[in-house]
């Protein structure tokens, strides 16, 4: 994983996008690409014409690189005092700050003591990677300010499926196992499956070990999205499951390019999580994003006959 360094500009970001889906007001990154290497990754398409990409001769969509921010805490020690304890900040959004990279210069835990030590919001910590773990003791000390998510993408019986896709990052039973960790030393919770891929996570058999997993960690809060099959992630998911032998997944993948499937594909992935969120009793824990333009006329309405969990987007 080659690395490269490319000083952010502001720290602390407010964000309409993550309010509506009700995780933060505010995101904060280490960096614009992490070094976890998931191949369904949306950050690089999101991020595409940051100038970045020019100036260091990146191509966005490329693999095998990163780019993180060293002087990360400097820049959030500068925007910290600007928030409010009714704010929630999101750590990270687009990067990892548990990341190879990120752990190799102790970005997370010295961003993180920067948030609560000198700020007074939540920090809502997303991550993929156990190592984060490290951090609990500080956590522990702001255990009210605090969530935890470690992000849980499939169910543990879909653990080999998932190295393939997320080759850098902690397997799913390490991360359930550091959750499950965070849990028993009294801090809050909360899971995130983003996203539910097809033929790995969208089955009810494969939702019910999520929500068994999620509820046994005691997430207070449950996010659950199906993958966007727009852009060259969904294509790379596809091959490497199929290079992998994964055969079954990779159809699965590459089918749901198409309109149709793709409607086909969400649709049945709502309508299992309702079952299984009102089966697990957290219903009302469950937060199905959606963006409405990726959904046809038809989709939606028959998504709406039964709105539970469901958060409808604008516009990606």
Known sequence: MKEHVWPLTAGINRSREFARKKLATHTANVGLICGHGCLYCSSRSVLRCHRAFKVLGLNPFDEGYCIVDPQTPLRLMNDVHKTYASDVIMFCSTSDGWAP??????????????????????????????????????????????????????????????KV?????????????????????????????????PGIADSPEALEEMFAAAVECGTEDIWLEP????????????????????TAAAHAADAVRHEAA???????????????????????????????????????????????????????
């Not at 991360?175 to 891929?197: D, I, N, S, V, W």
């Not at 009102?278 to 028959?302: C, K, M, P, W």
């Open 165 to 197: 896709l997320e080759p850098h990052a902690s397997t799913i039973s390490e991360r359930f196992a550091a959750l499950k960790e965070a849990h028993e030393r009294g801090l809050r919770t909360y899971g995130m499956f983003c996203p539910c891929l």
């Open 101 to 162: 990279e990120a752990q190799s210069l102790n970005l997370g835990e010295q961003c993180l003591r920067v948030l609560l030590e000198h700020g007074r919001s939540v920090v809502r910590v997303l991550t993929k990677n156990a190592a984060v773990t490290g951090a609990y003791d500080l956590m522990a000390r702001y255990r009210n300010r605090v969530r935890l998510g470690l992000s849980l993408t499939a169910p543990k019986s879909a653990e080999a499926l998932m």
């Open 227 to 246: 993958v966007n099959a727009r852009g060259k992630g969904i294509v790379r998911c596809a091959e490497a499951l199929a290079q992998a032998g994964f």
């Open 262 to 316: 793709w409607n086909e594909y969400a649709i049945n992935l709502v309508k299992a999580a309702q079952v299984v969120a009102v089966g697990s009793g957290v219903i009302d824990r469950l937060h199905v994003l959606l963006y409405a333009n990726r959904f046809t006329s038809d989709a939606q309405e028959t998504l709406n006959t039964d709105p539970r969990g469901i958060v409808w987007l604008k516009k990606q």
